[in-house]
């Protein structure tokens, strides 16, 4: 393995990131020239995505398109020190996402009537939530889900540490306080400064994580100009009495698109997609199991930005997602088989616990190659893996209404001490970690009150706990030299150890994107 690595450290020719690289990553021969080609593949995707006139006109007319400049530089990072299956495993499941997203923006941009102005595909679109999954839109075969907060925000600030900073600081121009989430925060000055495109024929919204999305959501409905329809999925989702009412939800949001769009529920449709939706699920327990083992495959950001792109985003409705899925277990396994590591020393097994920092998603890869900490599975991930009814309709609402009470953020930071704490530990123990890497995301109050908990859970069990500071889209907060220092001090003054690869101790990266 030494050898694959290459001779160099990586923290003297990868992370610091002052300039443009002036060569690739050297992986031997075979790696190099695969991850050359997918980087080539990603260029001639983003260069057949700008030809389109109307994705032209878009990437002038709104602000927050020039973050996808840093596509190639964004996959760089992602794929930083691997080798082997697991490089193979990022490229499939994180380009996947990239592909999907200009998809979507195609679509957003042909449906914007300042560019392709495509009236019948916006009567065809229904605006969700950022952190709100589509499953539910599986049963309306004619429409089109699209989000446009995910691309303007969330996706921007993968691409580029201070991408959205400007419609932060927009907002608190506004008079809103500074201490609220950046997230929120972002979508509303995005709102202001008239930064969203004026498409779809109505909207869903929902109580999704916190007080500022809830802000959030009731500022955005006004300035989309359409229907919006409220899903309020129970906070304490855990108790079987609230099933019930989880169910009508859904039913409430499905009359009401079925009211402005004029297309019917098709539980065929449905069906068939829920059934794709599952087997989806399946393969994701595999990738668990295969994590379990002293030989994991589905690492940090490569298992994150997957998962987050097929169950919120997909939701069943794009075979090419099952297809992906079924691609990386065969990778996966046969890499496990062949007992690969993906990187040097594999010194601590590692749950990530919170909410990323947005401005810092490829931190996980900085683990693995600075410190042998292996990121076995994340709070992101950690949600529904109940399979959904493909032929009974009242069965199908509740197992949608309780994907809904468990999206991605919202199953932690609402459902109480046994979604906050216990399952943490619950999982610690079904993944055989001994470290949690704590990510505290300072503009969030909403698991504030368990950090006295967390630290007494972690001490009775022998579980290493680092405490990583940041503020999710504003990196001024918190940097990413940062959060590296709080990881190197816990290592080198409570566990005394020495990094695997000193280069990567610390560096400047503050120019990077």
């Not at 109307?54 to 002038?60: M, S, W």
């Not at 020393?345 to 749950?351: F, G, N, P, T």
């Amino acid at each position: 393995m030494g050898k694959a690595f290459g001779s160099e450290p990586l923290g003297t020719t990868l992370y610091s990131g002052k300039r443009p690289r002036r060569r690739r990553e050297w992986r031997g021969l075979k790696d190099t020239w695969y991850d050359y080609t997918r980087w080539l593949y990603y260029l001639f995707i983003l260069a057949k995505f700008i030809m389109k006139p109307n994705n032209f006109k878009g990437f002038f007319r709104y602000r927050w398109m020039s973050n996808y400049l840093a596509v190639p530089d964004f996959m760089d990072r992602h794929t930083e020190g691997l080798r082997g299956t697991a490089l193979r495993l990022a490229h499939e499941g994180i380009g996947l996402i990239i592909i999907d997203m200009t998809i979507s923006l195609t679509e957003i941009f042909r449906a914007d009537p300042e560019i392709g102005n495509d009236t019948e595909l916006s009567k065809k679109m229904v605006i969700f939530d950022e952190n709100m999954m589509s499953t539910l839109m599986g049963g309306f075969r004619n429409l089109k889900w699209v989000s446009y907060e995910v691309p303007a925000i969330y996706t921007s600030s993968f691409m580029c540490q201070d991408g959205v900073m400007h419609y932060v600081d927009k907002t608190h121009e506004y008079g809103v306080p500074g201490d609220v989430c950046p997230m929120p925060a972002a979508e509303l000055g995005a709102a202001l400064e008239d930064d969203f495109p004026k498409i779809g024929a109505c909207a869903i919204q929902c109580n999704t994580t916190c007080d500022g999305s809830l802000m959030g959501g009731g500022l955005m409905a006004r300035s989309m100009g359409i229907p919006t329809f409220q899903l309020y999925a129970p906070i304490r989702h855990r108790q079987d009495s609230v099933q019930e009412y989880a169910a009508d939800e859904i039913l409430n949001a499905i009359h009401f698109i079925e009211e402005h769009t004029g297309e019917k529920y098709d539980w065929d449709y449905l069906f068939e997609n829920m059934d794709r939706f599952n087997k989806e699920t399946r393969e994701f327990l595999e990738w668990l199991e295969i994590n379990k083992s002293p030989y994991p495959q589905l690492l940090g950001a490569t298992l994150g930005f997957y998962r987050y792109g097929e169950y919120m985003a997909a939701g069943g409705r794009s075979p090419i997602f099952l297809e992906t899925s079924k691609k990386i277990t065969a990778l996966a396994t046969k890499a496990y088989q062949n007992k690969e590591m993906a990187c040097k020393e594999y010194r601590h097994r590692a749950i990530l616990w919170g909410v990323q920092a947005a401005y810092y998603t490829a931190f996980p890869n900085w683990l693995m190659n600075c410190w042998g900490i292996v990121p076995i599975n994340d709070m992101l991930c950690c949600v529904s893996t109940e399979m959904v009814s493909t032929n009974d309709k009242h069965q199908a609402l509740l197992d949608l209404g309780y994907l809904y009470e468990n999206m991605i953020m919202r199953s932690r930071s609402n459902g109480g001490y046994e979604t906050g704490v216990e399952d943490l530990f619950r999982i610690c123990e079904q993944m055989n970690v001994d470290m949690v890497i704590m990510y505290v995301h300072i503009g969030c109050k909403a698991m504030s009150g368990y950090t006295g908990l967390f630290e007494q859970e972690a001490r009775k069990r022998g579980i290493h706990w680092i405490w990583v500071n940041h503020n999710l889209m504003v990196p001024l907060d918190g940097t990413r030299r940062d959060m590296r220092t709080e990881v190197n001090r816990y290592m080198r003054t409570i566990l005394k150890e020495e990094p695997v690869d000193p280069s990567l101790e610390d560096f400047d990266d503050s120019l990077c994107w």
